[in-house]
């Protein structure tokens, strides 16, 4: 039965977007950060979910979490940050990027380095081929604070958040 949902809500997302005079689709990934509000299809016998999502500027979005994130822990209250294709607020999930928002942990390779009053921004693209914008700063690292150069890699635990369309990272630990 929970099959036979996914397959038509795919089915039905398929068609909206077919339908440009009244609503809009895109053709590039875009992400959606915010909070699992409900699950509305939990991931059971190898089918995936479909959740919705409260986004950080207080919009309802419909996910649908295929079997690539069947081990991910999804709850109601888990801050969220995914990936896919957008039709209205229909997002058909391409990647997971994180199940924990105030923990996120990323591991990457620094592409620029930004200074600014407070530390830096460090441009990194992750494990993941995924880009993001990292604020190291002296009051959130205190004595762990260290500069990094371009090519470096590294592990830092911190806040993911979404800019427009760009990840951000405050970071809080290094490792």
């Known amino acids: 039965m929970k099959q036979t949902i996914i397959i038509l809500l795919s089915i039905l997302a398929l068609f909206t977007s077919c339908d440009k005079d009244d609503e809009q689709a ?66 058909e999930v391409q990647k997971v990027i ?22 830096y921004f460090a441009d990194l693209i992750g494990e993941d081929d995924e880009e993001y914008f990292a604020l190291f700063s002296l009051s959130n690292l205190g004595e762990k604070y260290k500069e990094f150069a371009v090519d470096e890699t590294l592990v830092v635990v911190g806040e993911l958040w979404l800019n427009n369309s760009e990840m951000h990272v405050t970071v809080k630990v290094i490792e």
């Open 26 to 91: 895109t053709s590039e990934s875009e992400y959606i950060a915010g909070t699992i509000e409900d699950i509305l299809v939990s991931a059971q016998e190898g089918v995936g979910f479909l959740v919705q999502v409260l986004s950080s500027n207080e919009e309802f979005y419909e996910a649908s979490i295929a079997d690539i994130a069947l081990n991910e822990n999804f709850e109601v209250g888990k801050e969220v940050m995914l990936k896919g294709l957008l039709v209205d607020r229909f997002l």
């Open 98 to 119: 994180s199940t924990d928002n105030d923990n996120f942990v990323l591991k990457g390779t620094v592409q620029s380095v930004e200074p600014n009053e407070s530390g």
